[in-house]
C-alpha cells in the first residue's frame, strides 16, 4: 500500500514537471514570435523581418538590391 502512494506521488511529480517542461517551451516559442518585428522595405513596401531587413541610411530594405535601387533614388 505505501508502495503504490509512494510511486502515485512520484508520478504526479513527473507529470506536474513534465507540463511545466512543456509550458515553457511553448511560451518561449510565442515570445520569441511575439518579439519577431516585422518592417516594410522602402522599395517596394515588402514587410520582412526585422533581422532579416538589409538596414541602409536607417532604412530597411527587403533585399540588396532594393537597397540599392532605393539608395539611388
Ligand atoms: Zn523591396
Redesign the pocket.
Known sequence: MLMRMVLAILIATFVCWLFSVLRRRLMKKRTSIANGEVVA??????Y?PLEESIILSERP???A??AEL?SKK
Open positions: 522595405c522602402t522599395y517596394c513596401s515588402l520582412v530594405y527587403c533585399s538590391r532594393h532605393g
